[in-house]
Every structure is written in structure tokens, then in C-alpha cells.
């Protein structure tokens, strides 16, 4: 049977092997390069100008590995559709489920072979990707300090696993519902898409509560703050974070040390003062709660979401394992 | 006696559609079994049901005494050729024989190879390039050599032209006698069957019609011919199967155990094709007339 696996996938296994390959090339050279650029521009620059070559290293770097991480946000929809949705729909069109069904070997060893090679030639697959991709990005990853970044989180790591096959046994359980390979590579696209999408817009950030703790608004946070914003009533510092952490609020409201609101009242003398503003309002003492997912809880959420869509690929294979053996031909 | 095949009151229906209705059959061992009807009568929903393809929506069926496909052990004990005899067209004849050698634990290398060469086809040749008869040739390759205990071909030579649909059943008919193995085939056409069969099972509007072996079909079955008043008291145990009427004469295929004597009226023997086709006409009146086929109905 997996003699018969091979011979059906090795022409498409073989194709994306050269591709990887290919692509393996291109990550470790990427790779070296930002390594020798962070070596030679980040480390060690002067103060005056470390922010300024920070800024150049990220934009350099930017475009190619944003690509290689689209790649791999669209590897599952890929795998799902090219490699999922036509293996049970491809005999069912060509009839020769009829012919393979009917040797000996029982429907569910049949699928459980098939679904196994091609679920360990994914993993591989991702896997290889996703390990370059991480590696070659690790210095720029660390200089942007933005690993819960919707595309730099699924794009890392080992959540491309759990995407990658969730998408694969929902190709394959549509392929067998639908019973046609279009329709079944649409569904499955529509699907994992909205998977992908959902879970970074909406789930991901409640996977843990978020934490609230409390910044002293001293020179360095005002300085990291992108604005402030104050009415009569309350005052807001807008798109503060810590580094490495996920900011969970754009905006924050700001308290003085007895716990009133700062208000426009107060900042007013501040405000008058121009550039030296800045200096004058981390004088006075003020806080807000950062509500956020801590930086360590970076590794507990990759899990997380890896072990969701592996869960959901079980379950989704058990339900297939279940309806081959009810499948009429 | 054993059986390969007993349904009792089969059914299989798609939706609303009735496929196949409460169907009783019991198929002896060591036959080559003609399953023949008009297309859509059901014969390819039999068998299917009878190699585990589909699952019935009524009744029981068993083959070789198990479920059918209820597990690998059952499966490398039918061997199956479905309708068109798909095989996979990217895979070279040569693979084939491999996947069959694989996936079947009793597989005859020496028979698949034996027959290849005799049909004269080329082992790198891509399946999908194959012509209809050799496809067929080469499906019907893989189930022999699986050496099952019961053949089942749907429609084996239904694509296939004059010579090669002969030289298909000729070929079955050689190897039938030296594998030991029991057919189920079917078609729509009985002069495919008439040749190679010992037992017959008619189907016609989802319904068997009738089954059984061929000499005893014959010997039951004969023609009545005489006038309308000297066939119009049939003796007790005769049953019309059809009456036909030119003028002051009338024709009558009827079902008697016992040979009867009725004064004045001539009985013959009547052929196969003659048999099949007074149950399907049966079949087709009544189902057109909004009757199902209880020979009550046909006797009017």
C-alpha cells in the first residue's frame, strides 16, 4: 500500500522537494546576510545613530522575508488543495476506487496510508520551511521585537505545523464528502483561509487572559509612546509597548499617583513648555495599566495553536476514517 | 450445497430512487452466473452490494458465507472488474501487476505474467493508453490473479467490439475451468451470457425476475400454442408468463414443474432468449400498467 501511496504522490512529492530545495538555498543565504549586516551595523552602534541603522537593517530586510512568510502562511491552503482535496477525489473521478477498493486491503488501512505518507511528507515539509524561515529571520525578528505580530506568529515556529495539516485532512475529508476535486479544493481554500484569518484577528488574543500591570510614566515611556492624547475629562498614551510583549489596547488611560485622572487641566502648564513637554510630564508622577500578553507566554500560545489544529486534524481524520467505510461507490 | 451468494429481501435505494427491491437470491457454488437486464434494472447496485462497494438500505446479504468487504481476508476472496474496468491511467501495465501483487496476499505472479504475455501487451505501456478491450483484459488480469474464490465482472464487454467481447469470454471460459472459481457476470445483452453461463438471474425494474440454473429454467418453461377457447382452461400448477394473440391463435409461455397435457394444444420446448424475454416484457407491462411484476398482476 505505501508502495502504491508512492507511485500515485512521487512525481508531486518530488516536485516540491526541488522547490524546497530551491527555497532552502535562497532562506540560508538570506540568512547569513542579515547576520553579517547585524553584526557589522547593530552591534556595537554608536547611540546617536543605532536607531537610524536599526530602521535601515529592518527595511532592507523587510520585503524578502515578508514573502517567505507569505510563502508559509500559504503553504497550508496549498497543501490542503494540491495535495488533499484530490487524493480520494481523483479515484472517485476516475473510478478507481472501484479497482483499489476491491483488492485486499480494507478501506480504512487503504486511507490510513495514504493520509499517513502524505501527512509526513507535509510535515516534513513545513517543517524544514518553517525551521529556515525562523532561523534565517531570527536577528531581524529579535531588532523588530514584534514576535506576536499576526504574520511573523503563524509564519514561525511550529504553528505553520498545525495549519499545514489541519488544511491537508480537511482536503482530504472534503475531497471525500464533496466527491469532486474543484468543489473540494474551493471548500477546503474557503476554509483554511478563514481559519487562518480568524484565529489571528480574533481568537489568538484570548487564548490566555490578558495580564494588566502598572508603567510608571517616566522620560523613557514618554519617549517610546506614540502620542498622547488628553480632554478634559481624562488623558491617553496611545500605542505604547514593551517589547516582546502583545499590547492588547491601543490606548491606556493615564493616572496621577493618588489615583485621579489626568486631565487637560493638569497638562496644560506641560503643554505650554513645547519640546521640553515631554521632560515636564514624566516629572508628574503618572502610571496607567498596560493590559498585555507577556513575552513569555510566546512559547505557550505557539503551543497552543499547534496543538488546536493538530487536535482538530485528529478529529476531522477520525470522522473520515469513519465515513470511508459508509462511503457507497 | 454452499452458496456464494444469498440475499434475502435486498434493497438498496438512492433517495426516492429504488435501485433494487426486495431481492431473494441463492447462488451455488461452481457457476458461471449470467446476470442480465435492461440498463437501470439494478444489476450493477447487485453487484456492487455483493462486493461490498454499496451498503444495502434492506435486507441481508452474504457472500462466501461473510458480509461482503467486511474485511481484508473477505476482500482477497471476490474479485471484482467494475463497469468501463477503471484502472489507474497514469500507472504502466508492469505497475499494475505490482499493485496487485502488493495489495493481495494470494496473488499468482505466474498467472498475470502468463496472461500478459498471451494478450500480447506491452508491460511499459501507460494504463490509460490501452484500448477498451485490453483495459478489460488487464482488469480482468488483476482479479485472476488474485485468485479469489468468486469472480464478479459488471458489464465486462460492454465497450468491447464482436471480436474482442469473444475472444474476453472465451479467455473467462479457460481460465474459469482452470481456476476453479466461480463468475458472477453481467449484461444487457443475453447473447454475451447465452454462451458462457450455466445459471441465470434476471433482473428487470429492480426486481428479480427470475434465477436459476439454465437446464432447469428450460425444463419448466415450455410454449402452448393453440386457439383461445383450447388455452382458456389451463390445468391447475401452469402459470402464463405471456400470452401472445395473432388472430384466432395464441401463443403462451407458461411455467409448469410437471409436463401437462391439454387436448388440442401444442407444447414445445422454448429457447433461452425466448425465456429472458417473456419475463422482462412481463416486467415491462406491468411496471408501465403501474403494477409491480406479482404474476397475478401479468396474468390478466
Known amino acids: 500500500m505505501i508502495w502504491l501511496t508512492w507511485r ?4 508531486q512529492t518530488l516536485t516540491v522537494l526541488a522547490t524546497l530545495t530551491v527555497l532552502a538555498g535562497c532562506l540560508v543565504l538570506l540568512g547569513y546576510q542579515i547576520r553579517h549586516a547585524y553584526n557589522t551595523d547593530i552591534v556595537g552602534c554608536q547611540p546617536d545613530i543605532c536607531e537610524r541603522a536599526k530602521e535601515k537593517f529592518l527595511d532592507a530586510y523587510d520585503g524578502p522575508l ?3 512568510g507569505a510563502l508559509l502562511i500559504g503553504a497550508p491552503a496549498l497543501v490542503g488543495i494540491f495535495w488533499g482535496a484530490p487524493l480520494i477525489t481523483r479515484e472517485l473521478e476516475e473510478k478507481t476506487h472501484r479497482l483499489v477498493w476491491n483488492q485486499s486491503v480494507t478501506r480504512t488501512r487503504w486511507l490510513a496510508t495514504k493520509l499517513g505518507c502524505v501527512a509526513l511528507v507535509t510535515l516534513a515539509v513545513t517543517g524544514a520551511l518553517s525551521l529556515l524561515l525562523t532561523w534565517s529571520a531570527s536577528r ?32 482530504i475529508v472534503a475531497g471525500l464528502l464533496v466527491r469532486r476535486t474543484l468543489p473540494a479544493m474551493a471548500l477546503t481554500l474557503a476554509v483554511v483561509a478563514a481559519a487562518q484569518i480568524l484565529v489571528s484577528t480574533e481568537l489568538r488574543a484570548h487564548l490566555m487572559p490578558p495580564v494588566t500591570t502598572t508603567v510608571a510614566l517616566d522620560a523613557a515611556v514618554v519617549e517610546a509612546a506614540d502620542g498622547f492624547s488628553v ?19 491601543a490606548q491606556s488611560q493615564l493616572f496621577n499617583a493618588d489615583g485621579r485622572p489626568y486631565t487637560f487641566a493638569q497638562a496644560k502648564p506641560c503643554m505650554m513648555l513645547g519640546p521640553a513637554g515631554k521632560e515636564c510630564m514624566a516629572k508628574l508622577n503618572l502610571h496607567f495599566g498596560y493590559r498585555h500578553q507577556p513575552a513569555g507566554r510566546y512559547w505557550p500560545f505557539q503551543w497552543i495553536e499547534l496543538s488546536v489544529f493538530l487536535g482538530l486534524a485528529v478529529l476531522l481524520a477520525g470522522f473520515g476514517f469513519w465515513r470511508i467505510r459508509r462511503q457507497p461507490s | 450445497m454452499t452458496l456464494v451468494v444469498q440475499t434475502t429481501g435486498l434493497g438498496k435505494r438512492y433517495g426516492r430512487k429504488k435501485a433494487l427491491t426486495d431481492c431473494t437470491l441463492r447462488v451455488p457454488a461452481g457457476r458461471v452466473v449470467g446476470l442480465v437486464g435492461p440498463n437501470g434494472a439494478g444489476k450493477s447496485t447487485l453487484l456492487g452490494l455483493a462486493c461490498g462497494l454499496i451498503r444495502p438500505s434492506a435486507g441481508s446479504i452474504e457472500v462466501l458465507g461473510n458480509r461482503p468487504a467486511a474485511s481484508a481476508a473477505q476482500l482477497a476472496r471476490v474479485g471484482f472488474v467494475a463497469q468501463d474496468a477503471p484502472v489507474y491511467p497514469g500507472l504502466s501495465v508492469a505497475d499494475h501487476l505490482r499493485l496487485g501483487a502488493r495489495l493481495n496476499p494470494r496473488w499468482d505472479q505466474r498467472l498475470a505474467d502468463g496472461r500478459i504475455r498471451q494478450l500480447g501487451l506491452d508491460p511499459g505501456q501507460k494504463a490509460g493508453r490501452l484500448s477498451g478491450g485490453q483495459r ?28 474482442a467481447r469473444r475472444a474476453f ?3 473467462l471460459l479457460d481460465f474459469v475451468a482452470e481456476l476453479d472459481v466461480s463468475v458472477v457476470l453481467s449484461s444487457h445483452l443475453l447473447g454475451d451470457l447465452e ?8 433482473l428487470s425494474g429492480s426486481r428479480v425476475q427470475l434465477a436459476g440454473d439454465i437446464d432447469d429454467l428450460l425444463a419448466v418453461h415450455h410454449r402452448l400454442t393453440g386457439t383461445r377457447e383450447d388455452l382458456d382452461d389451463l390445468p391447475a400448477g401452469v402459470e402464463i408468463i405471456l400470452a401472445e394473440h395473432t388472430g384466432g391463435r395464441s401463443s403462451l409461455i407458461v411455467h409448469c414443474a410437471a409436463p401437462v397435457r391439454i387436448p388440442a394444444v401444442e407444447l414445445a420446448p422454448i429457447d433461452l432468449e425466448d425465456l429472458v424475454l417473456a419475463y422482462m416484457t412481463r416486467a415491462a407491462t406491468a411496471s408501465v400498467s403501474g ?10
Open chain 1, 8 to 11: 500515485q504522490i512521487r512525481v
Open chain 2, 136 to 163: 478489460a483484459q488487464l482488469a480482468l488480469t488483476l482479479a485472476a490473479a488474485k485468485r479469489a474464490e468468486l469472480l464478479i465482472l459488471d458489464e465486462p464487454v460492454a465497450a468491447l467490439d464482436p471480436l
Open chain 1, 66 to 68: 515578508g514573502m517567505a
Open chain 2, 291 to 300: 403494477f409491480s411484476a406479482e404474476p397475478a398482476e401479468a396474468r390478466r
Open chain 2, 195 to 202: 454462451r458462457v453461463c450455466d445459471h441465470l438471474v434476471v
Open chain 1, 231 to 249: 480632554s478634559e475629562t481624562d488623558g491617553l498614551i496611545e500605542g505604547y509597548e514593551i517589547p516582546g510583549t502583545w499590547s492588547m489596547a
Open chain 1, 140 to 171: 531581524y525578528d529579535q531588532v523588530l521585537g514584534e514576535r506576536f505580530e499576526a504574520l511573523n506568529f503563524a509564519a514561525r515556529n511550529v504553528v505553520p505545523l498545525g495549519y499545514a495539516v489541519f488544511a491537508l485532512v480537511f482536503g
Open chain 2, 169 to 171: 469470454l472465451r479467455d
